[in-house]
């Protein structure tokens, strides 16, 4: 059977490679569970990369699963964001990895089709072999390309700027959390890049705005009638979600908002907010996602 002490070396790798493609710590988290279970059937003897072979089992797995996700997915209410994990120092000094699992780089890859998604995060963040990616997916080597250059277009006709100065990203994000919590409009409107967009995830189980809110202006009133009516016993964490400045609003012990905001040149650029209370579960918990 396959060595548990190599499973466990790639442990991290295989998780990050399931949340990018299906989006959600939960779905990542079973992947990489079926994945030990395939990989328990195996002799070592007959694998010579596990590396190659393990990321190749978790894709295959992850795949099967975004299509099914996709399918429930069309009847979601609002807006769709990926569920939030807790991102340490390790992500923050890995300037690919920090970007690709950036919100605001994850709501991009939703746009992607499957094979596309699949491609592009094990090419483009992992820097896989076009040969290991066609096992992966089962394409050709000459389609892997294909779908490679595809995604890659797409990615950067779409993709936000990313700040790497962490340092300045929170200081910025402070600033903006206390113009909000102080209800100060102004402020908010200095912080706020002009074409600057809210997004919130309720899924139809809690209040949410049911479609995007854009524009600076839009933005900052729509959160200062949210500070107008604060949570029961609200406490406030800071903390990083997805390699961003983040927070955890919480109404007594229960965790409520797990919020997200996206700094580019100095300007917020984009805020996200997830309510729905299945996505929150892992981060009420504590625990860290893919250990």
Same mark, same amino acid.
Request: glycine residues 8%; proline residues 5%; negative net charge.
């Given at each position: 059977?396959? *060595?548990? &002490?190599?499973?466990?070396?790639?442990?991290?790798?295989?998780?990050?490679?399931?949340? #990018?493609? =299906?989006? !959600?710590?939960?779905?990542?988290?079973?992947?990489?569970?079926?994945?030990?279970?395939?990989?328990?059937?195996?002799?070592?003897?007959?694998?010579?990369?596990?590396?190659?072979?393990?990321?190749?089992?978790? =894709?295959?797995?992850?795949?099967?699963?975004?299509?099914?996700?996709?399918?429930?997915?069309? &009847?979601?209410? $609002?807006?769709?964001?990926?569920?939030?994990?807790?991102? /340490?120092?390790?992500?923050?000094?890995?300037?690919?990895?920090?970007?690709?699992? *950036?919100?605001?780089?994850?709501?991009?890859?939703?746009?992607?089709?499957?094979? #596309?998604?699949?491609?592009?995060?094990?090419?483009?963040?992992?820097?896989?072999?076009?040969?290991?990616?066609?096992?992966?997916? $089962?394409?050709? !080597?000459?389609?892997?390309? +294909?779908?490679?250059?595809?995604?890659?277009?797409?990615?950067?006709?779409? +993709?936000?700027?990313?700040?790497?100065?962490?340092?300045? +990203?929170?200081?910025?994000?402070?600033?903006?959390?206390?113009?909000?919590? /102080?209800?100060?409009?102004?402020?908010?409107?200095?912080?706020?890049?002009? /074409?600057?967009?809210?997004? *919130?995830?309720? $899924? @139809?189980?809690? *209040?949410?705005?049911?479609?995007?809110? +854009?524009?600076?202006?839009?933005?900052?009133?729509?959160?200062?009638?949210?500070?107008?009516?604060?949570?029961?016993?609200?406490?406030? #964490?800071?903390?990083?979600?997805?390699?961003?400045?983040?927070?955890?609003?919480?109404?007594?012990?229960?965790?409520?908002?797990?919020?997200?905001?996206?700094?580019? @040149?100095?300007?917020? =650029?984009?805020?996200?907010?997830?309510?729905?209370? &299945?996505?929150?579960?892992?981060?009420?918990? $504590?625990?860290?996602?893919?250990?």
């Amino acid at each position: 059977m396959g *060595s548990a &002490d190599a499973f466990e070396e790639h442990r991290t790798l295989l998780f990050t490679i399931a949340y #990018e493609i =299906t989006g !959600t710590a939960t779905d990542a988290e079973d992947v990489v569970q079926d994945s030990y279970l395939k990989w328990a059937q195996v002799r070592d003897d007959d694998v010579q990369n596990p590396r190659a072979y393990l990321a190749s089992v978790v =894709t295959r797995t992850a795949l099967n699963s975004l299509r099914s996700a996709q399918r429930r997915r069309e &009847d979601y209410v $609002g807006p769709w964001l990926p569920e939030p994990i807790l991102t /340490g120092p390790d992500v923050a000094e890995d300037a690919v990895l920090g970007e690709a699992l *950036s919100m605001a780089m994850l709501v991009v890859l939703e746009s992607l089709t499957p094979d #596309e998604r699949a491609v592009f995060v094990l090419r483009e963040v992992f820097d896989f072999p076009y040969t290991d990616i066609a096992d992966a997916t $089962g394409k050709s !080597t000459a389609a892997v390309r +294909q779908l490679a250059h595809r995604a890659k277009e797409h990615v950067r006709d779409r +993709q936000p700027r990313f700040d790497v100065d962490a340092a300045q +990203q929170r200081q910025v994000a402070n600033r903006f959390i206390s113009a909000t919590l /102080g209800g100060d409009l102004q402020s908010l409107m200095d912080l706020l890049a002009p /074409g600057a967009v809210l997004i *919130s995830d309720g $899924g @139809g189980k809690v *209040s949410a705005a049911r479609r995007p809110v +854009q524009g600076a202006e839009r933005v900052a009133r729509f959160l200062l009638g949210l500070q107008s009516k604060p949570l029961p016993d609200m406490r406030v #964490e800071s903390c990083s979600l997805n390699n961003m400045p983040g927070l955890l609003i919480f109404s007594g012990p229960r965790l409520d908002v797990a919020a997200m905001i996206h700094v580019d @040149g100095g300007k917020v =650029t984009g805020v996200y907010l997830v309510r729905n209370p &299945d996505k929150l579960e892992n981060l009420a918990a $504590g625990a860290p996602a893919g250990q």
